[in-house]
């Protein structure tokens, strides 16, 4: 049995009476990056792994509530745990295609590519407790308390205060032209008698 299960939009099981998957690929990608040396030849100095694919191949004979449900799937972003002769999880539907014809006329051949993705959790960046205990606290202590709370985020201070024509005039201290330097007011010109002297 070949069975898609999602986390919020139903499961789609692939059993004889419903239809089948003929085809699983899997596929799997690295990047390298090249930088030149000054000798002209490249050195590979990274390799990044890219997320895992799998691309489904099947047919549905009965197929009004499997096309709704993958179509939910793919529109809800869903993610989702596939189960045949490969098993993955945290599939998102990269892309769902149907070919519906007069051969199969209730069900539809399909493929899917689906991508592996990393799912992070609000509890990995500590705010989400934090949050969550502000907001509780907030709403039983009543009003005093919730601005007291709202005050806890980030706070910005100043140092001194200072009037606008102050720091006009400390604008303009950096827009004056330098004073011009008591150099020769008129320049000696050599003669050109062919000698000098």
């Given amino acids: 049995m070949y069975v898609l299960q999602g986390a919020k939009c139903g499961t789609v099981r692939f059993t004889p009476a419903i239809g089948t998957v003929g085809k699983e690929t899997v596929s799997r990608s690295s990047t390298v990056t090249d930088n030149p040396v000054e000798s002209g030849e490249s050195i590979s100095d990274h390799v990044f792994r890219q997320p895992r694919t799998i691309q489904l191949a099947g047919t549905v004979v009965d197929g009004a509530q499997a096309i709704a449900i993958l179509d939910a799937m793919w529109k809800g972003g869903d993610v989702l745990t596939y189960t045949g002769r490969?098993?993955?999880?945290?599939?998102?539907?990269?892309?769902?295609?149907?070919?519906?014809?007069?051969?199969?006329?209730?069900?539809?051949?399909?493929?899917a590519t689906l991508k592996q993705i990393t799912v992070g959790s609000a509890e990995d960046s500590g705010?989400?407790?934090?949050?969550?205990?502000?907001?509780?606290?907030?709403?039983?202590?009543?009003?005093?308390?919730?601005?007291?709370?709202r005050a806890d985020g980030l706070k910005t201070t100043a140092s001194e205060v200072i009037s606008s024509s102050a720091y006009a005039s400390y604008v303009n201290s950096y827009n004056k032209k330098p004073a011009s330097s008591a150099g020769p007011s008129s320049r000696a010109t050599p003669s050109n008698s062919g000698r000098r002297v």
């Fill in 86 to 111: 490969n098993r993955i999880e945290n599939l998102v539907i990269q892309q769902l295609q149907s070919t519906h014809d007069a051969k199969n006329r209730k069900g539809f051949t399909f493929t």
């Fill in 127 to 149: 705010t989400a407790s934090m949050m969550s205990a502000q907001d509780a606290a907030a709403s039983s202590k009543g009003s005093a308390q919730t601005a007291k709370k």
